[in-house]
């Protein structure tokens, strides 16, 4: 029954149809999962039924794919071979797998997990791998889809060399390919390709000798590349990274200065170098590009890098860095008073070794201290109880070293405002403000005789110097309120006079 129904289409072709739906009663109209009714609401009237009409004409489908040490759609390699296999539609709800080379099928395997497998090849041959993709409910089941693998033991072994030919300018090399192969195959003229890495076209080429002038200065990777698919290692390819220059130069950078142990960090700018010697200052040397060292001794070290070239005009060129080496600071400090005294301000003595010049004071209660003076520091808790007291000491290569103490504090919650200040006295008495001890929150409103708010302010550290928008106010009486709640959660309410002397 369509009266009145209404159809949608979407750009799938699927049909979305509105009916009336079960008007006489006692029809059975089946629904989904998640519908909004299962059964007629109403029995009085027609209700109405939504219809989702999906033409699954394509099905499932399964397209096998290989990939063999991380490069995709490889189907060549030498024996033992081991490929990775996986299905590249992905809508199956199982897979089958079978590989061609008697072992066993495998599956059928749950997606998403068995939709990819990895499989070795023990065996010389040509393999047929063949993927079932199954899916009961749709209209074909199950999609089969197949790729080859060939599996070699003709196996090329790839290397070459450079020398340079010409004069000491000149940018020209020859390049002399030393690759082998089992002789039942012997390479061809038409066995590989050079690729010079500078822009100019591949040459394809067998053992003989190649000569190649490179445009410019620089480095550049020339690659030899495997063409012949009759061994199974193609396309493996070799690289060589050759630096070309008239003369060769040594540089390096390293930060001056580090503490013990102390692994140096070397950033090697040469120019055109190819091979390296190091001699870190200290008896040890290495031939490495950037090698770690490590230094566990204090001192002052030269550090020499000979960069090496034999295809340059200068062959050899030398460059040196000298580095200090230093011991790490010792942090050290002591406080009082070491046992709880009532609302007592902390004294902190820095005992640092003389080495040490910034430091870092972290009281424990979330306040810190960042100061290169070594004079005595004060600190007031304010509230009770036991706090890890820090010191971070610094020397002049900023290598640090940091101690620690429990610091025992005993504070009694009690406030008071001061009835009378002189602003732009320059002393302790310039500011208003709350004094106490334990003060968690508070909010600290001053007024003028007209009622007009002149300062407000919710930080027990922070004053009010006598002046509104810049200008100091007159010489007057003025009141203040004051609500204040201490660490312990007790709580107490002030109200007051203040009297503003100029």
Not at 220 to 248: E, G, H, K
Request: glycine share 8%; charged share 15%; aromatic share 10%.
């Amino acid at each position: 029954h369509v009266d009145g129904g209404t159809s949608r289409f979407d750009q799938n072709g699927v049909i979305y149809q509105g009916v009336c739906a079960n008007c006489s009663g006692g029809a059975s109209f089946p629904t989904t999962i998640g519908a909004w009714a299962t059964t007629k609401p109403s029995s009085a009237n027609c209700n109405l039924g939504m219809v989702k009409i999906s033409m699954n004409l394509s099905g499932v489908g399964g397209s096998v794919l290989s990939s063999i040490n991380g490069v995709p759609r490889d189907s060549a390699g030498c024996v033992p071979l081991t490929v990775d296999f996986s299905d590249q539609i992905r809508n199956a709800q199982s897979y089958i797998w079978n590989f061609g080379d008697g072992s066993p099928q495998v599956g059928p395997l749950q997606a998403p997990a068995g939709s990819s497998q990895a499989h070795t090849f023990t065996a010389v041959g040509t393999y047929r791998v063949m993927l079932i993709a199954i899916d009961s409910t749709t209209c074909n089941i199950r999609d089969t889809s197949y790729i080859t693998i060939r599996v070699g033991d003709l196996e090329a072994t790839l290397n070459f060399d450079a020398i340079k030919v010409g004069a000491c300018q000149s940018f020209q090399y020859q390049f002399n390919n030393l690759s082998q192969a089992p002789p039942v195959r012997p390479l061809t003229d038409t066995s590989f390709i050079w690729n010079f890495g500078d822009g100019s076209a591949p040459v394809v080429g067998g053992l003989n000798p190649v000569t190649h002038t490179f445009p410019a200065p620089g480095t550049y990777n020339v690659v030899l590349t495997l063409r012949d698919t009759a061994y199974c290692n193609a396309p493996d390819s070799d690289t060589l990274q050759l630096s070309v220059a008239s003369s060769v130069l040594a540089d390096f950078d390293t930060p001056p200065t580090g503490c013990i142990p102390y692994t140096i960090e070397l950033d090697n700018t040469s120019v055109a170098g190819q091979t390296w010697e190091w001699d870190f200052g200290d008896g040890n040397t290495s031939t490495a590009f950037e090698p770690s060292h490590v230094y566990n001794s204090a001192g002052t070290y030269t550090i020499r890098l000979i960069a090496i070239n034999p295809n340059t005009c200068n062959v050899r060129d030398t460059a040196f860095a000298t580095i200090t080496v230093l011991d790490n600071p010792v942090a050290d400090f002591n406080f009082t008073p070491t046992t709880p005294v009532e609302n007592t301000t902390h004294i902190f003595n820095n005992l640092s070794s003389p080495d040490a010049v910034r430091f870092l004071w972290n009281f424990g209660d979330g306040d810190t201290l960042v100061t290169t003076s070594r004079a005595p520091v004060q600190h007031q808790y304010n509230s009770t109880g036991d706090f890890n007291a820090c010191l971070v000491a610094y020397n002049a290569a900023g290598c640090p070293d940091t101690t620690c103490q429990q610091v025992t504090t005993l504070v009694v919650p009690v406030v008071d405002v001061p009835n009378a200040f002189t602003p732009q006295s320059g002393d302790v008495n310039s500011k208003i403000m709350v004094r106490g001890f334990g003060i968690s929150k508070m909010r600290f409103i001053i007024w003028n005789r007209w009622g007009q708010k002149v300062f407000e302010t919710g930080n027990r550290l922070e004053g009010w110097d006598g002046r509104v928008k810049g200008q100091v106010q007159p010489m007057d009486v003025y009141a203040y309120t004051l609500d204040v709640e201490f660490f312990d959660g007790t709580k107490t309410t002030k109200k007051g006079d203040i009297t503003l002397i100029r």
